[in-house]
């Protein structure tokens, strides 16, 4: 993967220059005056690729940080902040900060859009280096692009965004983006039909895709299940008079189905410091313990009530030993102290305490429990929540200093997901080449394999567990498969974000505690947050198309859902 991910940035100085032209803007007047600034001739188009991929999704520190881990994976209740000595209570990031939102819109807007259109027309009828496959591939990206940025915030800028000549473009309304990347993943599968390679680019593909190496009959997989994702997203919302089609015809053609269909983009180790990506600088080099994170309740009690196997490869079990809780004259001390025993008393610790005028003490035998801190906790209790009490991600998640462990890839779509997404359809009376509880199994034991597992012990899983089987209305039963969906996408907290908006599942996840004197309810109160507000530079810079989708879909707020979320 090195060696492929340095092709890139060596062969394709031409995507680098565009995103070095790009990087430093503020809104899309940057971005819509130079998309073409670098000549359809001067390299290969496969390039894009690779550029597109990894700044989707493995993109560098500071993008990681501020898009995935302040807002989706926390949104998700997949990780946690607010223990003491972190920078934050753990209330950052359900509060709009202009810093933190508007680097994710930045970033995410500056660094691809262009890129994808620039890549498109190259490649597409009548381009410079024309060429169906490429253009597919393309087409699948953009849907890829276009589906993680609408589901976070909405209605966005899509049919006039870096198309070179407007300057303010109009924002599209999610349900139309949804349309068209539906329509242009039949035409990407149309396209690759029963192809396996491209004759022309096989060679430059191995080296620049870093999803799949140029291997068109998965990218065609992974263009049909984006499609059974978004058809059923879609499904039952105003309007989507497509998405019953999208799904039968998603239902009807190769979906992802074992692990050599996972699209993923393995970490490079040889990308260090700022341009790091993923979680590893963010753990190791940035900030301490202030930039560290926790796993949360919901996971940690979902997979250890159940004895998940998955929980060791997400987790480690808290550090324990002697914890100190120093009193202070906040009347309140007792409540707190009470609330975090509770945590111990769910989690099955065995605990002593020491109980003196000057502190209490609590002490538990050190890396044995598995504990989750839950979310949303506030500034009142933060000087009690020691870290230890709870546990961290695995050296899966975080890697090591050095970078010379596997890291967890950064994913894009799996085998998992298609599974359960089809055990989802099932259960709304589509016909599937399985039963739902067959296709929701298989979906766990992909997820499992996914992460490492060894194959005994998923079969264990599968055959002692209760969640192992769906039971109980269709209702339930659609709860189980949301649960799965929302742990099989740990790495993934847009996508785990949006199983909960969509479903409503896992319940510990969307139901919020309304208690003030322990949880950060601000602003957005008990309604669980729903998408992310526009950039303050489009509120400036493009005023009329921003207040014009606010008409549409509802305040530019927090709590305000998007076109395909839950009532």
Same mark, same amino acid.
Request: proline content about 3%; glycine content about 8%.
């Given at each position: 993967m090195r060696n492929k991910i340095s092709s890139i940035f060596s062969k394709s100085i031409f995507v680098l220059v565009v995103i070095a032209l790009v990087s430093c803007t503020s809104g899309f007047d940057d971005l819509n005056e130079r998309p073409n600034a670098i000549t359809p001739s001067s390299a290969s188009p496969t390039g894009f690729i690779g550029t597109i991929e990894r700044f989707t999704f493995s993109p560098d520190r500071e993008v990681w940080w501020r898009a995935q881990l302040i807002h989706a994976d926390r949104f998700a209740d997949h990780f946690r902040f607010g223990f003491n000595g972190s920078w934050w209570n753990d209330g950052l990031g359900y509060e709009y900060n202009i810093d933190y939102t508007d680097w994710y819109w930045r970033?995410?807007?500056?660094?691809?859009?262009?890129?994808?259109? /620039? !890549?498109?027309?190259?490649?597409? /009828?009548? %381009?410079?280096?024309?060429?169906?496959?490429? !253009?597919?591939?393309?087409?699948? #990206?953009?849907?890829?692009y276009y589906q993680l940025m609408t589901d976070s915030f909405g209605d966005i800028p899509y049919t006039q965004v870096a198309d070179g000549v407007t300057l303010a473009p109009k924002y599209d309304e999610q349900k139309e983006i949804y349309r068209q990347s539906i329509a242009d993943l039949a035409t990407a599968i149309s396209i690759l039909g029963d192809k396996t390679s491209d004759v022309i680019y096989n060679d430059l593909l191995i080296k620049d895709d870093l999803i799949y190496g140029g291997k068109l009959d998965k990218w065609k997989k992974l263009a049909n299940t984006l499609r059974l994702r978004m058809g059923l997203r879609a499904l039952g919302a105003e309007g989507a008079d497509f998405a019953d089609a999208a799904i039968k015809a998603s239902l009807a053609a190769p979906l992802l189905?074992?692990?050599?269909?996972?699209?993923?983009?393995?970490?490079?180790?040889?990308?260090?410091?700022?341009?790091?990506?993923?979680?590893?600088?963010?753990?190791?080099?940035?900030?301490?313990?202030?930039?560290?994170?926790?796993?949360?309740?919901?996971?940690?009690?979902?997979?250890?009530?159940?004895?998940?196997?998955?929980?060791?490869?997400?987790?480690?079990?808290?550090?324990?030993? +002697?914890?100190?809780?120093?009193?202070?004259?906040?009347?309140?001390?007792?409540?707190? !102290?009470?609330?975090?025993?509770?945590?111990?008393?769910?989690?099955?610790?065995?605990?002593?305490?020491?109980?003196?005028?000057?502190?209490?003490?609590?002490?538990?035998?050190?890396?044995?429990?598995?504990? %989750?801190?839950?979310?949303r906790l506030n500034g009142n209790i933060y000087s009690l929540v020691n870290a230890n009490l709870f546990s961290m991600p695995s050296d899966y998640v975080t890697g090591n200093a050095d970078r010379t462990i596997d890291m967890m890839p950064g994913w894009v779509m799996t085998p998992a997901e298609s599974e359960l997404l089809q055990a989802w359809a099932k259960l709304k009376g589509y016909n599937t080449s399985?039963?739902?509880?067959?296709?929701?199994?298989?979906?766990?034991?992909?997820?499992?394999?996914?992460?490492?597992?060894?194959?005994?012990?998923?079969?264990?899983?599968?055959?002692?567990?209760?969640?192992?089987?769906? +039971?109980?209305?269709? /209702?339930?039963?659609?709860?189980?498969?949301?649960?799965?969906?929302?742990?099989?996408?740990?790495?993934?907290?847009? /996508?785990?974000?949006?199983?909960?908006?969509?479903?409503?599942?896992?319940?510990?996840?969307?139901?919020?505690?309304?208690?003030?004197?322990?949880?950060?309810?601000?602003? #957005?109160?008990?309604? !669980?947050?729903?998408?992310?507000?526009?950039?303050?530079?489009?509120?400036?810079?493009n005023t009329a198309n921003v207040q014009d989708a606010v008409k549409r879909q509802g305040a530019d707020a927090i709590a305000t859902k998007v076109w395909w979320a839950k009532d």
């Open positions: 970033d995410y807007f500056t660094r691809v859009p262009a890129n994808i259109n /620039e !890549y498109l027309k190259i490649v597409g /009828e009548g %381009g410079a280096q024309e060429n169906e496959n490429l !253009y597919a591939i393309g087409l699948t #990206l953009k849907a890829l189905s074992d692990l050599t269909d996972l699209a993923k983009i393995n970490k490079d180790v040889a990308q260090k410091g700022f341009l790091d990506d993923g979680y590893n600088n963010v753990w190791w080099t940035f900030g301490g313990l202030g930039s560290k994170w926790t796993v949360s309740k919901s996971m940690i009690d979902v997979l250890r009530d159940n004895n998940d196997p998955r929980l060791s490869k997400f987790a480690k079990p808290a550090a324990g030993g +002697a914890i100190a809780f120093p009193k202070t004259d906040n009347a309140k001390f007792d409540k707190y !102290y009470d609330f975090l025993k509770d945590q111990l008393d769910n989690a099955g610790v065995s605990y002593s305490e020491d109980i003196t005028t000057a502190q209490n003490t609590i002490t538990f035998a050190a890396n044995q429990y598995y504990i %989750g801190q839950p979310a399985k039963t739902a509880d067959e296709h929701y199994k298989a979906g766990i034991t992909l997820s499992m394999a996914q992460f490492g597992v060894a194959g005994g012990d998923a079969s264990d899983f599968i055959a002692d567990e209760d969640i192992a089987t769906l +039971a109980g209305t269709t /209702e339930q039963q659609v709860a189980q498969v949301a649960t799965q969906l929302w742990v099989s996408h740990f790495g993934n907290g847009f /996508e785990a974000w949006a199983t909960v908006r969509k479903t409503g599942y896992p319940t510990s996840v969307s139901a919020v505690n309304n208690d003030i004197d322990i949880y950060y309810l601000g602003s #957005l109160g008990e309604n !669980y947050p729903q998408r992310l507000r526009y950039s303050s530079n489009e509120a400036k810079l």
